[in-house]
């Protein structure tokens, strides 16, 4: 029996991420060619397939093309078709941060702090209002700092839209957040903080700053070509990431695409 306890306690917590649906204020719209509710729904279905049981489910901003009311109801309907598990969002720079914050609706999706076994997840807005690029707000900072020095004890993973460092294609490079410089001046203070993760970039990446783990993850609809100085739109299927997170601070990840979909994606577009 013994044994057996200590196994169940030992299961990682499984966290889903997905990114940047982009939907539009009618479900038949697309982007660059791409009906994002259906890519969506492929996501989603692909996370139902491949996942027998999660513990949450984040999405990293972009949820709207332009912030409509309309956008973020059927995306919550349309995730409660799918999982009954909670999940939680944060805004984007496609998205309307105000309507976000006062949609009616009960229960609302988790948008500050997500707490799982010895783990605790900080989501964080690096939105500007009307600009692309990304910035912390000094209250944002504050909040940060607040959180992880009344959590010394917790490993942290900090999640945002925006990347905080440079992922090598200088036109979606400019949008980066822009006093990331003082994000990591507190991130360096508490050595309990894990990973930063965040959306925005469409493709995957990894890399390491110090002890701290830096990933982004797919969208759910069109991917951006890495390592492109130019607007290049990647034949890479649409996806998600998941989150094994074990009780000793340690971590595994990995991505899962969709497969068997032909989409009407236009390859040759400058932007969007």
């Known amino acids: 029996m ?6 169940a306690m030992s299961k990682p917590k499984r966290l889903i991420q997905i990114s940047d649906c982009h939907l539009g204020a009618l479900s038949s719209e697309a982007l660059l060619g791409l009906n994002t509710d259906q890519s969506l729904h492929d996501v989603l279905a692909l996370i139902v397939e491949k996942e027998a049981a ?7 901003g972009d949820i709207a093309s332009a912030g409509h009311d309309t956008c973020y109801r059927r995306f919550i309907n349309i995730i409660h078709q799918y999982f009954s598990a909670p999940f939680a969002w944060l805004p984007g720079n496609h998205d309307s941060v105000p309507i976000m914050a006062a ?3 009960p229960n609302p999706p988790e948008s500050r702090l997500i707490e799982q076994g010895n783990w605790l997840v900080i989501l964080l807005d690096s939105v500007v209002p009307k600009k692309v690029h990304g910035n912390f ?9 607040q959180v992880l020095t009344a959590n010394p004890t917790k490993y942290i993973i900090v999640m945002l839209h925006h990347q905080p460092v440079l992922i090598g294609s200088a036109w979606i490079d400019q949008y980066i957040v822009r006093n990331a410089d003082a994000f990591f001046a507190i991130i360096d203070q508490h ?10 970039v469409h493709q995957d990446f990894r890399s390491q700053r110090n002890e701290v783990a830096l990933i982004a993850t797919p969208s759910t609809c069109v991917q951006f070509k890495p390592q492109c100085d130019d607007f290049t739109v990647d034949t890479l299927m ?10 000793d601070g340690s971590f595994s990840t ?3 695409r969709v497969t068997g979909k032909e989409y009407v ?6 932007g969007y």
């Open 137 to 145: 707000a000094e209250s944002e900072l504050a909040f940060l700092s």
């Open 2 to 7: 013994d044994a057996v306890v200590k196994k």
């Open 265 to 270: 994606i236009d390859y040759k577009s400058a």
């Open 238 to 247: 649409p996806g998600y990431r998941w989150y094994d997170l074990r009780d």
């Open 191 to 200: 050595p309990q903080v894990k990973m930063v993760a965040w959306g925005h």
């Open 103 to 105: 949609l009616d609706i």
């Open 254 to 256: 990995g991505i899962e």
């Open 54 to 60: 999660f513990d949450y489910l984040v999405c990293t």
